[in-house]
């Protein structure tokens, strides 16, 4: 309809711009269609967000791909820094060991920057993180033999988000009782979270 038009007013200078407006048309859909192949590729969660936004016009792509290029930093919250040591880190998550000896007590933190509830993460993510508890519990209760796994996202005190994964026993400080605020926390010994981790690092293949 846009090249038949200008054919039937006879006019040269409308069939020019026909032309010319086709092939731009032709050009930005190809482009469209490459940002979105590139977003799909790299932006996380975006495939999510075609799935229920049929319509879709993503102006200044460029500034987006700086976006994705340079996308916001994440760090430990201070207070998980002060109380834990690092075992390593999984595809997701930082895995780090409580620093109270009472228990066998990790924790699993999602490496995503603002993350404060399981629901902040996309779904892929989410289902990421399940797997790394998965994985992580039963390392855990491989290397401990423990009676029950305790596994809670709480942080009504540290906001980012962590899950606590707690290796329990029935002879163990607190038992039955869940182990925030009973007992006093208890140093480890060096040797002992440093065979700690070795143990956890080969079970879970982090080197």
Known sequence: MVLATPFALGSVWAIIFAI???????LVRRRLLEEERYL??????????RQVTRYR???FIGR????????ASWSLHPQ?????????DLPLSRLLVNNDANYPWLLLVPRRPG????????????????????HTSRALKDITACHKLNVAAIGNFVPQLHVHIIARE????????????TVPARTYDLAERGGFVAALRRELGIK
């Open 20 to 26: 010319l407006a086709t092939g731009y048309r032709l």
């Open 40 to 49: 799909s590729q790299h932006l996380a969660g975006y495939d999510d967000y």
């Open 80 to 88: 998980l820094e002060q109380d834990t040591a690092a075992v390593g």
């Open 170 to 181: 029935r002879d163990d400080p607190s038992w039955p009782k869940p182990v925030w605020g």
């Open 115 to 134: 993350a404060i509830e399981i629901i902040d993460l996309s779904e892929k993510d989410q289902s990421q993180l399940m797997i790394e508890i998965a």
């Open 57 to 59: 016009l993503a102006p």
């Open 64 to 71: 987006v791909r700086r976006m994705i290029a340079a996308p």
